[in-house]
């Protein structure tokens, strides 16, 4: 609401044709319970476009889980499972496979302080990983490379225990600070844009496709909440500029939607 500049009233208005977040149509089917004093009406309605609404407890609705099953797959994919890898799969797959597919490409990272986790030292600094019991690596950042101009990387040069060692990491906020997109215009109709800052997980359309109104053209995540962007109406789709594992910012063009001629 606030990024798209959007007041209490054109939310109840446009609820219809507005593009909410995957956790808050959750909300409106029921899957999370009943709220207080119930839901909100017409916006309920409005936003759900006709999908299911639960008045009951979700659970005596929902299928059946096969945990056994769930876990023999897990296995297969991965090499071993948990009850915790169940439990954190089941609920929140997209997530669980993010995070394995994250241990695959950097390892085991929960040996890291917090801190250095989240944002790296200073040129200098001087700081500890225990990486199992009794072994220490004692770590200091030396220098940073340019960023290159091609690939979005940098070299990185590091001490550890004394010796000088150099790798190769993606800087992310360079390489989005280095695109720029153009603005969907609000008053063209044909023009679709991001409703919000976030990656692009999935682009479920291309130039030339036909769609209807509502279908999904691609999905935004950001901070682990997920929204599906539809097409406000029927039409081809032309101009798409964005690729799975894009970052945008709001309103940047997704596409454009072209009416067929006897609607425009």
Partial sequence: MVSNKLSYDDVIKKAGELDFPGSVLEFFEGLMGQPYGGFPEPLRTKALRGR?????????????????KIKKDLVEKYGTATENDVASYTMYPKVFEDYKKFVAKYGDLSVLPTKYFLARPDI??????EIEK???????????????????????????????RQVTVDDN???????????????????VGAPMSGVVVEVRIQDGHEVLKGDPIAVLSAMKMEMVISAPHSGAVGSLQVKEGDSVDSRDLICRIVKPTAEA
């Fill in 124 to 129: 200098g600094e001087e700081f500890s990983v």
């Fill in 134 to 164: 009794g072994k220490v690596l004692i770590m200091k950042l030396l220098a940073i490379g340019p960023l290159s101009d091609h690939t979005g990387q940098r070299e990185v040069f590091y001490e550890m225990n004394g010796e000088v």
């Fill in 173 to 191: 906020k360079a390489a989005v600070e280095n695109v720029s997109r153009p603005k969907a215009d609000v008053n063209d109709s044909s023009q």
């Fill in 52 to 68: 299911r609404k639960l008045d009951k407890r979700p659970g005596l609705s929902l299928e059946p889980l096969d945990l056994r």
